[in-house]
């Protein structure tokens, strides 16, 4: 295939109808009659979800919504909103209270307080990257922000414990998900249905048995802006496909750019495709309008984040028989 | 030569030394050479980045400020050196 601007464009119609037979099939082989999918308001689990309906029709498919206490507001709205319009059963269940028991909020906290005494739970946060890869060199290391009621923000570098500490707690979250999934589906004799994208598997932007602990992965070979493409040609709601993708796990609303990924889908998508399929540079250059140094700033980076996370990509790892 | 006595050959050999130990992910290459990139031979990542700006600071008693946090300042043995003696002779 030759790479051009528009290569990533599909023919939508053709590729439901081979995703929604995959699905069909998996569902077969597993002997499962429906799908459960946590529905999170975003265009994945959107699109998942409009895919597993016409596999299984309607009534077959059943959307749990789990907010926590630091989901934004629209998230429950748009995931109850985009079950309605595919006439499918929810169940809305506010993983707050399990989160707490377990200390997630008092875990994550405590590395922040360390590094701003004064936070507390009237403050937000986020975690980010540096931005713009494109326009600017920069490794990989995440900032802190908390931002109190006067608006004030406060940024601080994470070091290797502190970081550490917020994510194994803040990981919690997908993984309580994940709890409340499977026991809906095992109660149903459903299967789970993922909602991880090319983009974010590539370069392990999901949490091992989190969102990444589902049975199939129906969306898992289409970048972002294949699932968007989809998402249009499906009818998913315009609020979700309208909607900047994020991964809504903390109070400061942060995109999904900002949090990992550097740069724009449209630019991150094309250069992923040209770094996984090794398209010569030279033609990346007259395509993207990129420098050469840019183009290898991005590929450092995506081969960074894939070999950091081939473990959550495999099957667990155990001896070779003697 | 920087603040303190240090000189290029040590401040190389310390980062050397800490840089063969096993605590940063990846590293199990321990031989390297002075202009090899740590990058793109597997050495650094994320949490490496972390490790190493995270010993430096200490080692050196430096700050390395977010955007010094390049490659080009981190990506190998040399690079890390001339980076250290900058800062070091312009702290004191």
Redesign the interface.
């Known amino acids: 295939m030759t790479y051009s601007k528009d290569m990533l464009k599909m023919d939508c119609s053709a590729e439901t109808s081979r995703i929604v037979g995959f699905i069909q099939e998996q569902a077969r082989a597993m002997r499962r009659s429906g799908a459960v999918i946590g529905l999170s308001g975003g265009v994945d689990s959107a699109v998942s979800a409009e895919l597993c309906v016409r596999a299984f029709g309607p009534d077959n498919v059943y959307a749990l919504i789990l907010p926590e206490r630091d989901s934004n507001p629209v998230s429950a709205e748009f995931g109850l909103k985009q079950a309605k319009k595919l006439g499918i059963r929810t169940e809305y269940i506010d993983i707050t209270p399990v989160l707490q028991a377990f200390g997630t909020y008092d875990k994550r906290d405590r590395p922040i307080r360390e590094l701003f005494p004064e936070y507390d739970s009237g403050y937000k946060l986020k975690i980010a990257l540096?931005p713009d890869l494109l326009a600017r060199?920069?490794?990989?290391?995440?900032?802190l922000t908390i931002t109190g009621s006067d608006g004030v923000e406060k940024n601080a570098?994470?070091?290797?414990d502190a970081?550490?500490g917020i994510v194994a707690a803040t990981n919690t979250k997908q993984r309580t998900r994940m709890l409340e999934l499977y026991y809906a589906s095992e109660r149903m004799n459903y299967f789970v249905c993922g909602t991880t994208n090319k983009t974010e598997n590539i370069q392990g932007f999901f949490v091992k048995y989190g969102d990444g602990g589902v049975d199939i992965e129906p969306i898992a070979h289409l970048y972002k802006t294949q699932v968007f493409q989809i998402a249009e040609h499906l009818g998913v709601i315009e609020e979700i496909r309208k909607r900047k993708p994020s991964p809504d796990t903390y109070s400061f609303i942060v995109s999904d750019e900002e949090f990992f990924f550097r740069m724009p889908f449209h630019e991150l998508d094309m250069l992923l495709y040209a770094w996984e399929h090794r398209v010569p540079l030279t033609d990346i250059m007259g395509v993207m309008g990129l420098s050469e140094e840019q183009i290898k700033r991005s590929f450092?980076d995506f081969t960074?984040k894939f070999?950091?996370t081939a473990h959550i990509r495999q099957f667990p790892p155990s001896p070779p028989e003697s | 030569m920087g603040k303190s006595g240090l000189d290029p050959d040590g401040i190389k050999s310390s980062l050397r030394t800490f840089l063969s130990e096993p605590i940063l992910?990846?590293a199990k290459v321990s031989t390297f050479s002075d202009d090899e990139s740590f990058?793109?031979k597997?050495i650094?990542?994320?949490?490496g980045?972390?490790?190493l700006?995270?010993y430096l600071e200490k080692q050196f008693g430096i700050r390395v400020e977010?955007?010094e946090?390049?490659?080009?300042n981190?990506d190998s043995l040399n690079k890390l050196t001339s980076f250290v003696l900058r800062k070091t002779t312009n702290v004191a």
Not at chain 1, 137 to 143: G, Q, R, S
Not at chain 1, 157 to 160: A, D, F, H, P, V
């Open positions: 540096p060199d920069a490794l990989n290391f995440f900032t570098r994470l070091g290797k970081l550490n450092r960074s070999n950091a | 992910p990846l990058l793109e597997g650094l990542d994320s949490t980045v972390l490790e700006v995270s977010a955007d946090i390049i490659p080009d981190l």
